[in-house]
């Protein structure tokens, strides 16, 4: 990807599968408020060493963790749009796509634009969007 900044290695596909299924691997049915947070964190920082290297550096990664945490805490907002929004007209996927924006526009705060296309999968103009196969399931 022309004009992308070189972190270092990255991880495989296959190597960023199996840590995050280690990661999650041992916690409880329902993990208590402190460690869905850190498992959270530890998913962010693979999915940072897996997109765009290992040597991103630490101050970036702290402020997309930052944007992450602020987007949390506005699903809680969001759920209950979602809500309201439901008992008008049934729309999971404007949801999760609005969610979805909310965090990009919060990643895009700290990354490039280039960066931002190869963390998030997406070409230069493009929105993030919900993969076809999950969409074409709601209606």
Do not use: C
């Not at 004009?3 to 208590?32: F, K, Q, S, W």
């Not at 040597?55 to 749009?81: I, K, N, T």
Request: proline fraction near 6%; glycine fraction near 6%.
């Amino acid at each position: 990807m022309a004009g992308m900044p070189n972190y270092g290695a990255r991880l495989t596909d296959e190597e960023y599968e199996r840590r995050i299924v280690d990661l999650h691997r041992g916690l409880p049915p329902v993990p208590t408020r402190s460690q869905d947070r850190e498992v959270r964190r530890r998913a962010l920082d693979l999915a940072i060493d897996h997109r765009l290297g290992q040597d991103f550096p630490r101050d970036r990664r702290e402020a997309l963790w930052a944007a992450s945490e602020r987007v949390d805490r506005s699903r809680m907002r969001l759920g209950l749009r979602y809500l309201i929004e439901a008992l008008l007209r049934p729309t999971r996927r404007r949801h999760a796509e609005a969610l979805t924006r909310t965090l990009a526009a919060e990643y895009s705060k700290v990354l490039s634009p280039v960066e931002v296309e190869r963390f998030l999968g997406v070409e230069a103009g493009e929105h993030p969007t919900l993969p076809v196969d999950l969409m074409s399931r709601e209606k």
